[in-house]
């Protein structure tokens, strides 16, 4: 088996310890040294005061000298320094590093040339002791170097420690590393990050997560789901075999996975690199002053001030903004300019740190089509993302529901049933050409996916193309509420589409969405066949797809019909009006909002329609022209009256809808 070192967390530190006592120690030695000939020094000075005075017959002088130099001779030597003796910290590392070494020792005698092991592999959700890479299986494997019995029950997990006669000493002793997780959650986070990552550049492969006891007296007590493929003792008897099934190896042809081991360790030392070299970059204050990772101390409090661009970001938005310019000058005709131009805006999108670039060049823009041009580029980065083997699309289905209980007792959805869109997904796959579809459980709220950033999404469909359909909480999925009087909701799954590169989405084509109406009806039972409602008595579900949309036009397109649902019921639910009704609307920009204000002979009322980043009035202005004509009468006046804010708030505080009062 070979080996690879990554990092060694446990030895380095062990070995700073190390040196910190023996440079202690070597110092109080030097402190020694310098009494010794300080005190040699002065005991010559004292003799040789004696023999001059001595010389000149200054009998008193001579004998005080005298004295002083049998003091000083009499004098006993500083003792000799010895070394500090090792911490406890330091012993556990050092134990540490003997648990390692153990359990590499047992591998490498179990495995042969074709596998290898790497040491240390960092990402970013922390560090694993040993990863073990062959042609049949990876394994993620934390060592615990624990003297007694260890009993896992879910996400606890403590050990009973013995002494040496086998005499019970203490019971229930947290297991768990300095953030307070239990070795489960670290092995199973830093490994589900490896396997999306792996995933991600081609290799989807299971990476099997295991914790080992590397102690003499270690042993397994009590184990109840948790959730580790494997927990052993180095010492048990078992060990061999189970670590062997672990891997895959003596399985059967047919159950064996085909891993290409030199691209999978090299896929691992390029990412821990990536993260090794992002952890030794110091953090900073908003002053300025160095904050070293892990220190505990919080940075001083300074003014949030925007910070100037650089000479490089101030080139980036000039080279940006003009090619920008450029491509709306040219109405997009040019392919090789607006590829340039996205493959820019894709990268600023995805790094943080950059997104100073896009402001300052959306802000050099003119108004209108330039800025919109830019709108437009960005909002379609985020929802595709090109890789070199392919390219991946945000896809959603919006879905209108709605949960009503009579019962007194809470209850809400935060997921559905994904396995009712293994169907759709074949199909959408067949109609599109695309290599995979595939939708995680979670719902979400418009808004959630709207103005996620491109980083966050491209995480989640990472994810859910790994086969992952409760992704980590990149994105936090919202909860459906079970209520008397309950409206309708809108909320969206999450779909990746995986096409040739550079391939594009044809989803929202009509003939694509009429091809798809058949499957609408297992988008809505992905929602109401959820595991917590399927048989739930006390909640009546109602559901209805609106159908399979690329992400930007599927939120689009379900926000406008929630938002139509919604004033249709406010002018519905207007009552009678036999003088007719006064409509008046304003757009509140700062808000984002639209305002309608009605006054009639039943008094007045506001409804207020939010608009998402980008729309303007013109949705709200065709939905209310709707409303208006399925729930009012032609034989009523009625008065329909574009207003500047300011006017329009002089209107409202006329009619008492203020925070002053409600009104009538």
Not at 39 to 48: H, S, T
Not at 190 to 213: C, I, K, N
Request: proline content about 5%.
């Amino acid at each position: 088996m070979k080996l690879i070192t990554l990092s060694d967390h446990a030895g380095d530190q062990e070995r700073l310890a190390r040196a910190a006592r023996e440079a202690a120690y070597q110092q109080a030695c030097d402190a020694r040294e310098a009494a010794i000939r300080a005190a040699d020094e002065l005991r010559g000075q004292y003799w040789a005061e004696f023999c001059s005075a001595a010389d000149e017959w200054r009998a008193g002088l001579a004998v005080g000298s005298l004295l002083r130099w049998l003091k000083a001779v009499l004098m006993a030597e500083p003792a000799a320094p010895s070394m500090a003796a090792p911490t406890g910290q330091e012993s556990i590392w050092a134990s540490g590093q003997l648990g390692e070494q153990r359990v590499r020792d047992r591998a490498g005698r179990l495995l042969g040339d074709e596998w290898t092991a790497l040491s240390g592999y960092l990402n970013h959700k922390g560090e694993m002791d040993l990863l073990l890479v062959g042609p049949t299986g990876i394994a993620a494997v934390e060592i615990k170097f624990l003297n007694g019995t260890v009993h896992a029950r879910g996400g606890r997990w403590v050990r009973d420690k013995y002494d040496r006669w086998n005499h019970l000493v203490e019971r229930g002793i947290p297991v768990r590393d300095l953030k307070g997780r239990a070795p489960s959650t670290q092995i199973s986070e830093t490994a589900q990050a490896l396997e999306v990552f792996l995933a991600s550049r081609g290799h989807a492969h299971p990476v099997r997560r295991a914790v080992v006891l590397a102690h003499d007296a270690s042993r397994v007590g009590d184990v109840v789901d948790p959730g580790v493929d494997l927990i052993a003792a180095l010492v048990s008897p078992g060990f061999d075999r189970s670590l062997l099934a672990l891997l895959g190896v003596g399985a059967k042809e047919e159950e064996q996975a085909a891993i290409d081991v030199p691209a999978v360790v090299a896929l691992v030392q390029r990412d821990h690199t990536f993260h090794a070299q992002r952890k030794a970059v110091p953090q900073r204050t908003p002053a300025g002053g160095a904050v070293q990772p892990g220190s505990g101390r919080r940075p001083d409090p300074a003014p949030r001030v925007a910070p100037a661009l650089s000479p490089l970001q101030l080139r980036q938005v000039h080279a940006l903004r003009q090619d920008i310019q450029m491509l709306h000058a040219a109405e997009g005709a040019d392919p090789g300019l607006r590829a340039k131009v996205r493959q820019a805006v894709s990268g600023y999108w995805m790094s943080g740190s950059r997104w100073t670039v896009l402001s300052a060049t959306s802000g050099g823009l003119q108004p209108g089509s330039e800025r919109a041009l830019l709108d437009d580029l960005l909002a379609d980065c985020r929802q595709t993302f090109d890789w070199p083997d392919r390219t991946l699309h945000a896809i959603v289905v919006p879905v209108a529901v709605r949960l009503r209980s009579q019962g007194r007792a809470a209850h809400s959805v935060s997921a559905g049933a994904v396995e009712m869109l293994s169907l759709p997904s074949l199909r959408i796959a067949q109609i599109l050409g695309a290599h995979k579809v595939a939708f995680g459980a979670h719902i979400y709220a418009a808004k959630t996916l709207y103005y996620a950033d491109a980083a966050r999404i491209q995480d989640q469909l990472l994810q859910i193309e790994a086969g992952v359909e409760a992704p980590t909480p990149a994105l936090q999925p919202c909860q459906v509420h079970a209520g008397v009087d309950i409206n309708w909701q809108m909320v969206y799954f999450l779909g990746v589409v995986v096409l040739e590169p550079g391939a594009a989405l044809a989803i929202d084509s009509p003939a694509v969405q009429r091809a798809l109406m058949p499957q609408r009806a297992l988008g809505a039972e992905a929602f109401a066949a959820s595991r917590t409602l399927l048989f739930n008595r006390d909640v009546i579900t109602e559901s209805v797809c609106e159908g399979f949309c690329s992400l930007n036009a599927g939120i689009r397109f379900g926000e406008d019909l929630q938002r139509r649902h919604l004033l249709e019921q406010f002018i519905g639910a207007l009552g009678p009006h036999p003088a007719g009704v006064g409509l008046c609307y304003a757009l509140a920009q700062r808000d984002n909002r639209v305002r309608l204000l009605v006054l009639g002979e039943q008094g007045a009322r506001e409804f207020q329609w939010p608009l998402l980043a980008g729309e303007s009035a013109a949705g709200f202005e065709a939905a209310l022209g709707l409303a208006i004509k399925l729930h009012m009468p032609k034989s009523v006046r009625q008065d329909v009256v574009l207003l500047d804010l300011f006017d329009y708030m002089a209107r409202l505080r006329d009619a008492g809808l203020t925070w002053l009062g409600s009104g009538t």
